[in-house]
């Protein structure tokens, strides 16, 4: 019996998720057959849908639906929860830790392939600003969104119970660098959430918090344009929101952060949402890069130069053929991943078919953004809309794109009840530490010397 042609899907995301669903169906019969292999490796067994991030922060979304378990979805691939740390694609091979290699502690496990398709998304772009690493939050993940909610909450309850007005200015002072998406929605969110959680404790008012977007360019959200990007900061202002235009955070040591025009903020919450980059596995493989560390491609999403590799998102450089400018590259964004991931599929199955393959072409429609509850800025198809239309513009694409219906449904409930029921406020700072209590109870009683003879 020969074996069966593998196909290596390194990532879990928008990419590798959309990518492994389409193969199942394209390639059915080979898969029943036993012709046809499919292990996906990520490092989490589920798929994040991004965008719903700021509102799991906000408490509109429980954080489980906003994620999609990938064994549920891809029924009929091998899903390996793990990372992949090297490709050598001219032996077909690849280096990878799994939970099971790091219990075993054997250093991991080599992967032959005959297909890769590379798709492990981006990480966070940081730059070397002194107490980052030590202070910084970042938004990318569900953990980070839920953790950032309890630390918001919890800043809060220090604000409440102190006594000493230093300690409770820095607790409810919340700075957020980056004025894309992710920071723009993720403050705004955040800023309607804590502003109505005010209400519930006695000594803190709305007004008492402080809210700072700090952006190094002349604009946010440049995706929808500069219009709808200086509404969007009328809009934040006037929600008492200091926005900090060609503004760059210096440092943030001792819980301060330090602004490139000599503002000082003592905080206790810095939220960093400046950029991502390419995911470090990129670099470790034998594959063309271009400048910025992305996969070279053609339009075929294949990678330039080189047979049996394929990939899309954010780790692949594809150029827009419906730009009509030579070396423009589609943009590393949802809207782009999901569409190239069902003609990456498809152009892999006509490979191993033997059928000719096609091109990716899809001209960027426009941009949704919320802006908080009922408030958000759109343009689309040329059109700039603004306020309740574009924030319900923003719900309804996002429901549409969110995958399985099982998600859809429940998402759209979810609203439907918080429309009708009042914000939950509950912080869960605990669940991140959750031995904490019984390591405290089994530990053993402090020695307190000798006991008073009687």
């Known amino acids: 019996m020969t074996e069966p042609a593998r196909i290596l899907v390194v990532g879990g995301g928008y990419v590798g998720m959309y990518t492994a669903l389409r193969l199942q169906r394209q390639l059915r ?21 991004q965008p719903f991030l700021p509102e799991a922060a906000a408490g509109s979304i429980s954080p489980r639906h906003v994620v999609v378990p990938l064994r549920r979805v891809l029924d009929r691939c091998r899903v390996l929860i793990g990372e992949v740390r090297s490709i050598d694609h001219a032996k077909r091979t690849a280096a990878l830790s799994t939970l099971a290699s790091e219990e075993e502690g054997t250093g991991g496990m080599e992967l032959t392939y005959d297909e890769l398709v590379l798709a492990p998304g981006s990480v966070s772009r940081t730059l070397p600003v002194p107490g980052l690493a030590d202070h910084g939050i970042g938004f990318k993940t569900v953990e980070e969104a839920i953790g950032l909610r309890n630390h918001v909450i919890e800043q809060m309850d220090i604000a409440s119970s102190t006594r000493d007005p230093g300690l409770r200015d820095a607790a409810l002072t919340f700075v957020f660098v980056g004025g894309g998406y992710a920071g723009v929605e993720a403050l705004a969110e955040l800023e309607d959430m804590a502003r109505y959680t005010a209400r519930y404790y006695h000594n803190v008012k709305p007004e008492d918090l402080r809210w700072v977007l700090v952006e190094a360019s002349d604009r946010i959200l440049p995706e929808v344009g500069g219009a709808m990007g200086k509404y969007a900061i009328r809009e934040l202002r006037g929600r008492n929101i200091d926005v900090r235009l060609g503004t760059r955070l210096e440092s943030c040591e001792d819980r301060v952060a330090v602004l490139s025009d000599g503002t000082r903020l003592p905080t206790r919450t810095v939220v960093w949402t400046a950029g991502v980059k390419p995911a470090p596995v990129l670099a470790a493989t034998d594959l063309p890069l271009n400048e910025r560390g992305r996969l070279r491609c053609t339009a075929h999403l294949a990678v330039e130069g080189v047979a049996h590799a ?14 009509g400018a030579p070396g423009r590259e589609c943009a590393p964004n949802a809207q782009h991943a999901v569409r190239q991931a069902k003609v990456l599929a498809e152009n892999i199955a006509a490979s191993l078919n033997g059928r000719p393959l096609k091109q990716y072409a899809h001209a960027y429609t426009g941009s949704v953004a919320s802006l908080g509850l009922h408030k958000g800025v759109a343009h689309v198809y040329g059109r700039k809309i603004k306020g309740y239309p574009a924030w319900f513009m923003h719900r309804a694409y996002h429901l549409s794109r969110v995958p399985t219906f099982n998600r859809k449904a429940r998402v759209l409930a979810e609203w439907t009840l918080s429309g009708l029921f009042k914000r939950e406020i509950v912080s869960l700072g605990s669940l991140e530490h959750p031995r904490a209590e019984f390591e405290l109870a089994a530990a053993p009683p402090p020695d307190h010397g000798d006991k008073p003879s009687s």
Do not use: H
């Open 29 to 49: 019969a080979e898969l029943r057959a036993g012709a046809v292999e499919i292990v996906v490796v990520t490092p989490e067994p589920y798929m994040t849908y």
């Open 310 to 323: 394929w990939a899309a998102g954010d780790a692949a450089a594809v150029p827009d053929v419906t730009s």
